[in-house]
């Protein structure tokens, strides 16, 4: 679109003035006619400063057949320049300007056609200088009356869209060109000043030729009146220009965090929002007689993270237009469509002006500038209180950093940069949890809760942190059912507290299966500050086991798998499962078993069940058993061939069982194997065996029964342990040393 153009010293009137269209212009002077006497005020000025600014707005929807046509429009302008003297008409002071002007121009018009369930959208917007101007202004003190005229424009994005084709994208102008009639000159002082409106004709151009004559001539057809636009002016001598000042801030800054969206909500979805003021002020401290045109807000940088947080939505892909952080109604500085990054306020007089910059995603960051559009000064860029710092960093961090200060203050990590992963526990060689200080921060969501805001999927940077992924569905797995966690996550959990203070402070964290992808990966979603991809562990209660997993009662009771595969990480972990119910059953065998004997079992079912879990998941972080040598001597009965002194049997009390033939009746294990090194680790199995057999060159055989053993609390620290094994010895050479080998981070 391109704009009727006028000359500057043209004062022919083409629209009617509304409450002014009885008013006759008075004949101009001809150019051949000598001036009268000069008059004083603008007339002894070479130059005069002027200011012109336009207000229109409109909104309607007309029923055409099927369908109905809305249109809406909001327009505002204004532009100021100093004007120079030029010679238009003798007897006449004329004024003028013809080159690109300071000032703004804001255009926001739309046409939305439904149909049918569809719609077809047609769309002019666009916020900048004026490009292409011309103001000019007649004083004839022989009349005593001066006029004025101006055509400002700025650039505008139009663009076409429907349902059955892509977009129609193109570039226009939009803006106001008005020329008034011939006005009264005040009776002193050198100040023209004043404000009027009127309702333009239709098809008359001076709003531009695109979606603004679609709306006039809907209301046309309609029969209803023309929307009025609102003209102000100013012109006078140029005045001394005191140095301003625009501050920017933002309230709550120092403590507030990006809030994305919760699930079910969409991407998209705004979450929570920070408040972003821009006051114009004189720097001297004294009262401005007038504010800013406008003031407008510009984010910068700003993050584009895939999804909303590490695990929400799964697997989301990358949009480069996405932004984290965008500008959203309830703001002086209104966004032209949502999650935009810059924001105008309308045309007005403007000290103080707030935006809203809406939250996006929970790891949004970027930085912000105003600007005043101050007549006669031009753009007053902002500069942060007491600094000369232009731009506002989103949320409050360091300048290098994409981390919140006050996140980094609550966890005392303020020197730590966005990608470190160095999370240390007491006696462990295996640094980092997986996922870096930035991960940590942007959060992910358990149960529908993000990390932040939740116990149970809790992260925190001074520690590791272990994903086990609660089981909802599964099939089976080496022909063991795979059934839900749910039921037995009681159990699960007192297994998690157990871990954590057995691993001296790496806490499990719980997600839903549902909450990550198929892959397990917890931060798929990924863009800043990512090292690489971390895994969570896939936890099922199940049915019997086939032989092959860990074992109780001679009952195969748990395996994290692939059973086969030796120093695990979580990553390289399908899946650990946990025979729940076989526990219970063999813990209640074994209870039995002891009462008969008159003993009293050192443990609880609770106490097995729990370690049991323990032990998996230290085999999902790379913890092998102590041993591995499980042969079970030669005999497991004694006949009258197998006798002292080369076979000697004693009970668990040290007294010599004679009578032959004489069955063994439970597993035999010996020095190396599974229940070797320090009895009071989680690894070592302390009720596997319920005989010991331990063979010495010259000597012969000799087997013990054992006494079954409270499973283990810790993670060992060595081979043997505080306190010796005197059953089954130190650690095979490969066993022992738990503590140091737990591995959390699988890259």
């Not at 003297?85 to 300007?97: C, H, I, K, P």
């Not at 932004?323 to 403007?350: C, K, N, S, Y």
């Not at 980092?432 to 149960?447: K, P, V």
């Not at 008969?596 to 092998?624: F, K, W």
Request: with cysteine; hydrophobic share 35%.
């Amino acid at each position: 679109m391109r704009l009727v153009r006028r000359p500057a010293c043209a004062c022919a009137l083409a629209l009617s003035l509304a409450g002014l269209a009885a008013l006759a212009l008075p004949p101009r002077l001809a150019p051949c006619q000598e001036p009268p006497a000069p008059a004083p005020k603008l007339r002894e000025s070479n130059r005069v400063a002027a200011e012109v600014r336009f207000e229109y707005a409109d909104e309607h929807s007309e029923k055409i057949g099927e369908g109905t046509i809305t249109f809406t429009s909001q327009r505002s302008g204004s532009a100021w320049a100093e004007l120079r003297r030029y010679r238009a008409y003798a007897g006449v002071d004329s004024f003028e300007w013809t080159r690109p002007a300071q000032g703004l121009i804001r255009i926001d018009d739309r046409i939305v056609t439904a149909v049918g369930g569809g719609e077809v959208v047609q769309t002019e917007n666009g916020t900048g200088l004026p490009q292409d101007c011309s103001i000019g202004l007649h004083i004839d003190p022989a009349a005593r009356t001066y006029s004025f005229s101006f055509d400002i424009a700025a650039k505008t994005r139009t663009e076409l869209r429907g349902p059955l084709s892509e977009p129609e994208r193109g570039e226009s102008q939009g803006g106001f060109a008005y020329e008034s009639p011939d006005l009264p000159l005040p009776s002193e002082g050198t100040l023209l000043e004043g404000e009027t409106s009127f309702a333009p004709l239709h098809a008359d151009g001076r709003l531009g030729t695109h979606l603004v004559e679609m709306g006039k001539t809907l209301r046309m057809q309609a029969g209803k009146p023309m929307t009025p636009v609102r003209v102000r002016w100013r012109f006078g001598r140029p005045e001394p220009m005191p140095p301003l000042e625009l501050v920017l801030r933002a309230e709550n800054h120092a403590q507030w965090l990006p809030q994305g969206p919760v699930p079910p909500a969409p991407e998209g979805t705004v979450g929570n929002r920070i408040t972003v003021l821009a006051e114009l002020r004189s720097k001297d401290g004294s009262a401005l007689p007038r504010g800013a045109v406008a003031m407008s807000f510009e984010l910068l940088s700003v993050s584009t993270e895939p999804g909303y947080a590490l695990n929400h939505p799964l697997e989301a892909a990358h949009d480069p237009q996405a932004f984290d952080l965008g500008f959203v109604e309830g703001g002086d500085a209104a966004p032209l469509v949502p999650r935009a990054q810059t924001a105008t306020t309308p045309i007005g007089d403007w000290k103080l002006a707030r935006a809203e910059v809406g939250a996006f995603d929970w790891g949004a960051h970027g930085a912000l500038r105003a600007k005043a559009y101050v007549a006669h000064y031009g753009e007053v860029v902002a500069v942060l209180e007491g600094s000369a710092e232009r731009e506002l960093l989103l949320p409050q961090r360091a300048p290098r950093s994409a981390v919140a200060d006050a996140w980094k203050q609550r966890f005392r990590v303020g020197d730590r940069a966005d990608d470190d992963d160095a999370e240390r526990t007491s006696g462990n060689e295996q640094d980092g949890d997986g996922l870096t200080l930035y991960e940590e921060y942007r959060g992910l969501f358990g149960r529908g809760r993000h990390s932040r805001h939740d116990a149970l999927c809790a992260l925190d940077p001074r520690r590791k942190d272990l994903i086990v992924l609660v089981g909802e569905r599964g099939s089976e797995i080496d022909g063991a059912a795979l059934r839900p966690l749910e039921p037995r996550l009681a159990d699960a959990r007192r297994a998690f507290a157990l871990f954590e203070s057995a691993s001296r402070g790496i806490r499990i964290a719980e997600l839903l299966q549902s909450e990550v992808p198929e892959s397990r990966c917890l931060n798929a979603n990924h863009r800043s500050a990512h090292r690489g991809l971390q895994h969570g562990i896939l936890l099922f209660d199940s049915g019997p086991m086939p032989d092959g997993g860990e074992t109780s009662e001679g009952s195969t009771v748990g395996g994290a798998y692939p059973l086969a595969l030796q120093r695990k990480t979580p990553g390289k972990t399908r899946l650990v499962a946990i025979a729940f119910a076989e526990i219970e059953d063999g813990y209640r065998l074994q209870s039995e078993a002891s009462a008969r004997a008159r003993e009293t079992l050192p443990y609880t079912a609770a106490d097995e069940l729990a370690s049991t879990v323990a032990h998996e998941l230290a085999h999902a972080c790379g913890v092998n058993h102590h041993g591995h040598r499980e042969g079970a001597g030669p005999y497991t009965t004694l006949g009258v061939d197998q006798a002292p002194p080369r076979y000697r049997a004693f009970d668990v009390d040290g007294n010599e069982l004679l009578q032959r033939p004489l069955v063994l009746g439970g597993a035999i294990g010996g020095p190396q194997s599974r229940a070797s090194g320090d009895t009071a680790c989680i690894l070592t199995y302390n009720n596997l065996f319920q005989w010991v057999v331990t063979a010495e060159r010259g000597v012969g055989y000799r087997w013990r029964a054992l006494r079954p053993g409270k499973p283990g609390t810790i993670f060992c620290t060595g081979k043997e342990g505080s306190v010796p094994n005197e059953a089954f010895g130190e650690a095979g050479p490969a066993g022992g040393s738990c503590l140091a080998k737990l591995r959390v981070r699988d890259w």
